[in-house]
């Protein structure tokens, strides 16, 4: 095993370079958290127009790539900071962010797959620095593994964790022609499907050297056969070489103090502590209900992507209900035209207490994380979710679904709320308790001190995924 481990994490983006939802902020952090624990950890990430605009980085070399019937020149660029970040530029195929078509999409990151591989073998010869281990993230990677496999020999092994098995990557087969490479494992567990398509994720998780989640109740919901789906028959395959404890492992993510703390955070009106939650969380709430037109009252928020994974509808049945025990509700996010809508008219109906902003708005966000009490979180499946633990770390409340990472981070009664997963009665209950809780002074001041206190920081994932990837080396050790 090397002195040090030397690991690339790669995915479709990373704070603060890019980010739109969580991956974006696991890949911000995490590789500053391995750091400190000796890993050397570096990322690659596509260098979409959008970098490139406002990134202050210098190219630092080229290497070209065949893909399809092209020879394509892929440019390299690097952060000044550490860790270190680096982004492959190549204007037909990794600048632009929306593609159309699903068959486009998955074009694009067959090339950044190959890219990346090639990349390395770069870092090798270049910079004589080759990965001990190749991290990859959610189906934009999934086909880092088999081309690695097919096209280099190269005996790295390769960690694919997946984020959200919803996107899978799914597309023409053809896109293996591009490049040039042929999965036989692939077409003997077709059986069923259509065999002209080709599921990337699958591909990841059959050649992956290990798999991994971001918690894990959510290893233990995707690998169940009651949740049998098109990504099931890799799953299984995982399962009938490794067992299903080993097939897919559970780590969940932390979050990244420096950003997310109220004792230092100048996006919120006061900083505060746990020794004075109470006066500066209720010093942010006045502001907030102040700019808002809205009366001083006990105040739930609502912060998310507004996908039908995050469970808006149930939150819609239960407004009324908030109102009636005399709340605000505060949400923020954006996503469906057709949640929005339903949203908009509950907005219209109940104006006296509601308010809402359709945007991804990272300032926002902090300062309703400082001054809610609560916040509901009512996802249908959630495989880690970050904002139960950045609620926490500000003092407030979360209720959420029990399902996935809600469950594994949140303490029924102790941290939090938690409900029975899509249940609107289950909600409506936990809504309930969680307002008799905040009018016994006593009991909702512990709790506030229990959520503020939980450890969420990096440190603590960060040494299990050393753990892993020293597994990996020792087991690929074996085999090699
Ligand atoms: C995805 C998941 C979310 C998780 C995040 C980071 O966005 O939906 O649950 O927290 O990835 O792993």
């Known amino acids: 095993m090397p002195k040090t481990i030397r690991v690339l994490l790669t995915g479709y983006e990373a704070a603060p370079f890019y980010k739109r939802g969580g991956l974006g902020d696991v890949l911000g952090s995490l590789p500053k958290a391995l750091i400190q624990i000796g890993i050397d950890a570096r990322v690659v990430i596509p260098c979409y127009e959008e970098i490139r605009k406002n990134l202050s980085a210098k190219r630092i070399g080229k290497f070209k790539i065949h893909f399809g019937e092209k020879e394509e020149e892929i440019g390299i660029y690097r952060n000044?900071?550490?860790?270190?970040v680096y982004f492959l530029s190549n204007s037909s195929n990794l600048s632009y962010l929306n593609t159309r078509g699903r068959n486009k999409k998955i074009e694009q990151f067959a090339f950044f797959d190959l890219a990346v591989v090639h990349f390395v073998t770069w870092l090798s010869k270049q910079?004589?620095?080759?990965?001990?281990?190749?991290?990859?993230?959610?189906?934009?990677?999934g086909l880092i593994p088999l081309i690695l496999r097919n096209k280099t020999k190269l005996p790295i092994p390769t960690l694919l964790t997946i984020h959200n098995l919803s996107y899978q990557g799914f597309g023409s087969l053809k896109v293996l022609d591009l490049l040039h490479i042929k999965d036989e494992d692939a077409k003997e567990i077709k059986r069923g499907m259509k065999v002209t398509e080709i599921n990337i994720l699958g591909e990841g998780i059959l050649h992956a050297s290990?798999?991994?989640?971001?918690?894990?109740?959510?290893?233990r919901e995707i690998t169940d056969e009651k949740n049998e789906g098109p990504i099931y028959a890799y799953v299984k395959k995982r399962e009938e070489t490794l067992g299903r404890s080993r097939a897919i492992v559970g780590i969940l993510?932390?979050?990244?103090?420096?950003?997310?703390?109220?004792?230092n955070d100048s996006a919120i009106f006061h900083t505060y502590?746990?020794?004075?939650?109470?006066?500066?969380?209720?010093?942010?709430?006045?502001?907030?209900?102040?700019s808002l037109d809205l009366e001083p009252r006990l105040t739930f928020c609502f912060i998310g992507r507004m996908a039908s994974q995050k469970g808006l509808d149930i939150l819609v049945r239960v407004t009324k209900h908030i109102v009636n025990n005399n709340a605000n509700l505060i949400i923020?996010?954006?996503?469906?035209?057709?949640?929005?809508?339903?949203?908009?008219?509950l907005v219209a109906?109940?104006?006296?207490?509601?308010?809402?902003?359709?945007?991804?708005?990272?300032?926002?966000?902090?300062?309703?994380?400082?001054?809610?009490?609560?916040?509901?979180?009512?996802?249908?499946?959630?495989p880690c979710g970050l904002i139960q633990m950045i609620a926490m770390s500000y003092g407030t409340i979360p209720i959420a679904s029990r399902t996935g990472g809600l469950k594994d981070s949140i303490k029924n009664n102790r941290n939090?709320?938690?409900?029975?997963?899509?249940?609107?009665?289950?909600?409506?209950?936990?809504?309930?308790r969680a307002v008799k809780r905040f009018h016994d002074e006593a009991r909702y001041g512990k709790m506030v001190v229990n959520a503020m206190n939980t450890d969420f920081s990096w440190k603590r994932s960060a040494r299990l995924y050393k753990k892993l990837y020293q597994n990996m080396l020792l087991q690929h050790n074996v085999t090699h």
Not at 127 to 141: F, K, L
Not at 253 to 263: A, C, E, L, R, T
Not at 419 to 432: D, P, R, T
């Open 253 to 263: 993510n932390g979050i990244d103090y420096d950003v997310w703390s109220p004792q």
């Open 416 to 432: 939090g709320f938690l409900f029975e997963n899509g249940s609107v009665l289950s909600l409506k209950k936990a809504i309930k």
């Open 273 to 290: 502590n746990v020794a004075n939650w109470q006066s500066g969380k209720e010093k942010n709430k006045k502001k907030m209900l102040n």
């Open 349 to 382: 109906r109940y104006s006296s207490h509601m308010r809402v902003e359709f945007a991804y708005n990272e300032d926002f966000a902090h300062k309703l994380y400082a001054s809610s009490d609560f916040i509901i979180i009512p996802s249908r499946f959630e």
């Open 80 to 84: 000044a900071g550490t860790p270190r």
């Open 127 to 141: 910079r004589q620095w080759n990965p001990s281990v190749i991290h990859c993230n959610d189906w934009h990677t």
């Open 210 to 219: 290990s798999v991994s989640t971001v918690s894990k109740t959510y290893a």
């Open 332 to 345: 923020l996010g954006s996503g469906a035209p057709n949640i929005e809508k339903s949203i908009r008219k």
